[in-house]
T-cell receptor, first 114, second 109 residues
Framework: DTGVSQDPRHKITKRGQNVTFRCDPISEHNRLYWYRQTLGQGPEFLTY????????KSRLLSDRFSAERPKGSFSTLEIQRTEQGDSAMYLC????????????FGPGTRLTVT | SQQGEEDPQALSIQEGENATMNCSYK?????LQWYRQNSGRGLVHLIL?????REKHSGRLRVTLDTSKKSSSLLITASRAADTASYFC?????????FGQGTRLTINP
């Protein structure tokens, strides 16, 4: 399968702990996006990368959140000092990045903070 | 905040009937896309319509776009049980997608 993959698929953590998620985009895609989705809502944009450069961050991305994309390949999203409000599905997507085109989504990582 | 507003929020129809979902948005766009999400899974791209297009077809899907009214519709013809899912419109502007809240479609056998 050459689609977007995310790991882990599920993560349960206690409040105050740090968590890190990984996303592997489609190999030839330059752009990589992170979204957050809560129950009954559509995905909300968090941040995106063009190759290794992080070009935009949403106001939703507090100082506890950090994302990296070293070497322009896979990406990681880290949440420090998790809060119960961080419980959500974290979705990664990638696209070719040459213009207006569709994004390919991974299956998501479901985070539960207890 | 989310730009798109889908209507209805939930729709239940019999297999074989047509399903129509609407999306309204607030600001100017480069394109509008529709995605499907099956329960607990990632999103799958269905169709993209550019701001200078008015109608687009893909298999059993028909999308319209009215930029003067800032609205779009998705029509699924001859619905099947496998079409049961949530459908989201997403507007593209400034290199990112802004999603609506989605329409939950249920196809009854």
């Amino acid at each position: 399968d050459t689609g977007v993959s995310q790991d882990p698929r599920h993560k349960i953590t206690k409040r105050g702990q740090n968590v890190t998620f990984r996303c592997d985009p489609i190999s030839e895609h330059n752009r990589l996006y992170w979204y957050r989705q809560t129950l009954g809502q559509g995905p909300e944009f968090l941040t995106y990368f063009q190759n290794e450069a992080q070009l935009e961050k949403s106001r939703l991305l507090s100082d506890r959140f950090s994302a990296e994309r070293p070497k322009g390949s896979f990406s990681t999203l880290e949440i420090q000092r998790t809060e119960q409000g961080d419980s959500a599905m974290y979705l990664c997507a990638s696209s070719l990045g040459v213009g207006l085109e569709e994004q390919y989504f991974g299956p998501g990582t479901r985070l539960t903070v207890t | 905040s989310q730009q798109g507003e889908e209507d209805p929020q939930a729709l239940s129809i019999q297999e074989g009937e047509n399903a129509t979902m609407n999306c309204s948005y607030k600001t100017s766009i480069n394109n509008l896309q529709w995605y499907r999400q099956n329960s607990g899974r990632g999103l799958v791209h269905l169709i993209l319509i550019r701001s200078n297009e008015r109608e687009k077809h893909s298999g059993r899907l028909r999308v319209t776009l009215d930029t003067s009214k800032k609205s779009s519709s998705l029509l699924i013809t001859a619905s099947r049980a496998a079409d049961t899912a949530s459908y989201f419109c997403a507007t593209e502007g400034a290199q990112k997608l802004v999603f609506g809240q989605g329409t939950r479609l249920t196809i009854n056998p």
